[in-house]
T-cell receptor, first 112, second 115 residues
Framework: KNQVEQSPQSLIILEGKNCTLQ??????????LRWYKQDTGRGPVSLTI?????NTKSNGRYTATLDADTKQSSLHITASQLSDSASYIC???????????FGTGTRLTIIP | GAGVSQSPSNKVTEKGKDVELRCDPI?????LYWYRQSLGQGLEFLIY????????KSGLPSDRFSAERTGGSVSTLTIQRTQQEDSAVYLC?????????????FGPGTRLTVT
């Protein structure tokens, strides 16, 4: 069964600090992995998408890594800001499969 | 341009009533998805429309759930005889393509509460 597991479930850090969120998946055959940011009461917004051949991708202060051999990904946030408070969702797609497998997300809270 | 819009933003209904949730995708997007997000759970796929092809209904949890997409644009998700376990946020997403790498753009969701 295709699964995506994220850790930690929740995280609280001080403004300006860095943090790293983890994602492990069992989706096979693998096509791509995405990280979404979901603000409270809003729909998810894409941060990065990585295919099998990519092992890192950045979007501003967000840097995602992918290890397709170990089926792990991480999302690193640098110099956190209050606006980074949100849920971060890891989503994996299989080859030839239009359905995405979603993780349950990490709830990140940035405190001043 | 305008993003994906959904209406209503919130819906409270009594158990046993029928509800209709609406999704307006981004103009020109051929693919449309419905998802359900329950408290503390990941997004759950419900149904997928692609152009004029028959929809993929494999994620619908029961025959009380149905969806239509008229004219390849607006979609309506209907839940008949609502139950308390149907309470969730229902998200719609549209995509310009069918490849698994195609970006999906999400609407803000409809929060459904069944009392």
């Amino acid at each position: 069964k295709n699964q995506v597991e994220q850790s930690p479930q929740s995280l609280i850090i001080l403004e300006g600090k860095n943090c790293t969120l983890q994602c492990n998946y069992t989706v096979s055959p693998f096509s791509n992995l995405r990280w979404y940011k979901q603000d409270t009461g809003r729909g998810p917004v894409s941060l990065t998408i990585m295919t099998f051949s990519e092992n890192t991708k950045s979007n501003g202060r967000y840097t995602a890594t992918l290890d397709a051999d170990t089926k792990q990904s991480s999302l690193h946030i640098t110099a956190s800001q209050l606006s980074d408070s949100a849920s971060y969702i890891c989503v994996v797609s299989g080859i030839g499969n239009e359905k995405l497998t979603f993780g349950t997300g990490t709830r990140l809270t940035i405190i001043p | 341009g305008a993003g994906v819009s959904q209406s209503p933003s919130n819906k409270v209904t009594e158990k046993g009533k029928d509800v209709e949730l609406r999704c307006d995708p981004i103009s020109g997007h051929t693919a449309l998805y419905w998802y359900r997000q329950s408290l503390g759970q990941g997004l759950e796929f419900l149904i997928y429309f692609q152009g004029n092809s028959a929809p993929d209904k494999s994620g619908l949890p029961s025959d009380r759930f149905s969806a239509e997409r008229t004219g390849g644009s607006v979609s309506t998700l209907t839940i008949q005889r609502t139950q308390q376990e149907d309470s969730a946020v229902y998200l719609c997403a549209s995509s310009p393509g069918t490849r698994s790498s195609a970006e999906q753009y999400f609407g803000p969701g409809t929060r459904l509460t069944v009392t």
